[in-house]
Each structure stands twice: as C-alpha cells, then as structure tokens.
C-alpha cells in the first residue's frame, strides 16, 4: 500500500531556526496532509495541499509538493519550543482511507 | 479535542477479557476511524465507518469489531484481549472522503493488556 515516509526521523534545533521535514511516497495521490502529535496528545490537522498544487502556506507553516518526486516538505519557520512534537504526513489511498507515515519527532532546544 | 471524545482514556485490562472503546462525536461527520499507534509503526487504521451501520476493515482489524448504530458513536470491541494489543488507540472523525478533508482526531486511549 502506499505510505508516506518522513525523513529525518528525528531532528534537534536551537529555538529561532527553520525546520524542514521531508515525506517521500510511492504511488499517484489526490493530495498529502500534514498533522502535528504533542506528547500524550491526537494528531492535529495542519494542512493539505492537492495534487496540482505545488505550494501552500499557513501561518509560519510552507508546504510543498513535487508529484514528479512523489515527495512533499515541511518548513516551519522561526521555531518556538512548543513546535516540539512529532510531525507525521499522510497521503490519500482508496475507499475513502489515508496512510501515515511514522512521523518525524522534531525538539526544539531552548 | 473539539468536538469528538474518547473514553475511557486510559484502562489496564487482563488477558482474555473483551473490552469496549468508545468514541463520541458532536460534529454529525459521515465518516469515523479506528487506528492503533504503536512504536515504529505509525498510526495504523483498524476499521472504519462511512456511516451508521457501514462499517469496513482496515489494515490491521483481526482481533477487533466495531459497531456504529448511531452517527456520533463508533465503538471499538476487543473480543478477547492480548497482550499485542496493548497500545494507544485513536478515534478520528472526517466531514467527507479523505480525498478532500482532514481528520479530527481524539485524544487517545491508552490501553494496557497484563
């Protein structure tokens, strides 16, 4: 089945810097989605980007996607400590279902 | 989480016992999901629904059942729990096909088989 893989599995960076997280997939998608996981906490929805878009922004979050690649990023600019989390993206499949990946745990150094 | 529940949010059961997840949501969405977040293997989907009474299996549904008799409930049954079924389990719920919409997700069961 088609899954999205997220890489780095973890990254570590001083409070200020951008963080870019990537996701690789295997098959033709309708669009990806991005969540955010705090510690002991569900998934929250962040964004979703369509196939024949290449990028989205929203707020300090830029998306963007490369179906040629079959691969899709996360940056996070000016990070804040409570950005530290586990990112996961999530590509559509069929019957109504979406795979995740197994995230990126992204901490944010004081 | 606005507007979906789990409950209960945690439970330490015994080997062989069934037990009964519930997820409750206020939102009137059409579809709801069942996944299992474990270490080293992401949120993986256990059943889903596409409305009351339509339900269907997910990647990794053996061991599981699921009803849904009424839009706001989907509840997960563990016929006889084991010990690999300890794990956080998450309800999420979605206004449409995944094509489209986000999911809204639960804050989690955490559920510990001994």
């Known amino acids: 089945s088609q899954q999205g893989e997220e890489d780095p599995q973890a990254l570590s960076i001083q409070e200020g810097e951008n963080a870019t997280m990537n996701c690789s997939y295997k098959?033709?998608?309708?669009?990806l989605q991005w969540y955010r996981q705090n510690s002991g906490r569900g998934l929250v929805h962040l964004i979703l980007i369509r196939s024949n878009e290449r990028e989205k922004h929203s707020g300090r979050l830029r998306v963007t996607l490369d179906t040629s690649k079959k691969s899709s990023s996360l940056l996070i600019t000016a990070s804040r400590a409570a950005d530290t989390a586990s990112y996961f993206c999530?590509?559509?499949?069929?019957?109504?279902?979406?795979?995740f990946g197994k995230g990126t745990r992204l901490h944010i150094l004081p | 989480d606005a507007g979906i529940t789990q409950s209960p949010r945690h439970k330490v059961t015994e080997t062989g016992t069934p037990v009964t997840l519930r997820c409750h949501q206020t939102?009137?969405?059409?579809?709801m999901y069942w996944y299992r977040q474990d270490p080293g293997h992401g949120l993986r989907l256990i059943h889903y629904s596409y409305g009351v009474k339509d339900t269907d299996k997910g990647e990794v549904s053996d061991g599981y059942s699921v009803s849904r008799s009424k839009t706001e409930d989907f509840l997960l049954t563990l016929e006889s729990a084991t010990s690999s079924q300890t794990s956080v389990y998450f309800c999420?719920?979605?206004?449409?096909?995944?094509?489209?919409?986000?999911?809204?997700f639960g804050s989690g069961t955490r559920l510990t088989v001994v």
């Open positions: 999420a719920i979605s206004g449409g096909g995944s094509a489209n919409y986000g999911y809204t």
């Open positions: 999530a590509t559509d499949g069929r019957d109504d279902k979406i795979i």
């Open positions: 098959t033709s998608i309708n669009n």
């Open positions: 939102e009137n969405h059409r579809y």
